[in-house]
């Protein structure tokens, strides 16, 4: 499994950035796929998860409303879609991959997820 994300960038606080992760490498038809990010200082932390098989979306509390996390299956592609971004967002994102086919909270954990690429830095600036 290879994953690539991208699309990262300096955005102004309040602005919109969509993050792609290209995954390649088999078919992920029996995968989860998710978006975590790391600050700096801090601990990477989940942001979203998508179940390849029919959609089914999971995220931080906290995020849910501003971000949106989708897949396009002919692409191969996940999104992440930022919109009114803050300072706090700041981060390196990193996409990542587990098999399986359901979602569980404790699947938020890095641990469970075997599969990362290469982060992609999102700066926002107040």
């Known amino acids: 499994v290879q994953l690539q994300a991208y699309g990262g960038g300096l955005v102004q606080a309040g602005g919109s950035l969509r993050l792609s992760c290209a995954a390649s490498g088999r078919t992920f038809s029996n995968y989860v796929m998710a978006w975590f990010r790391q600050a700096p200082g801090k601990e990477r932390e989940f942001v979203a998860a998508?179940?390849?098989?029919?959609?089914?979306?999971y995220y931080k509390d906290y995020l849910k409303g501003r971000f949106t996390i989708s897949r396009d299956s002919a692409k191969n592609t996940v999104y992440l879609q930022m919109n009114s971004l803050k300072p706090e967002d700041t981060a390196v994102y990193y996409c990542?991959?587990?098999?399986?086919?359901?979602?569980?909270?404790?699947?938020?954990?890095?641990?469970?997820?075997?599969?990362w690429g290469k982060g992609t830095l999102v700066t926002v600036s107040s």
């Open positions: 998508v179940i390849w098989s029919g959609g089914s979306t």
């Open positions: 990542a991959a587990k098999y399986g086919t359901t979602w569980a909270p404790l699947y938020s954990g890095m641990g469970y997820w075997g599969y």
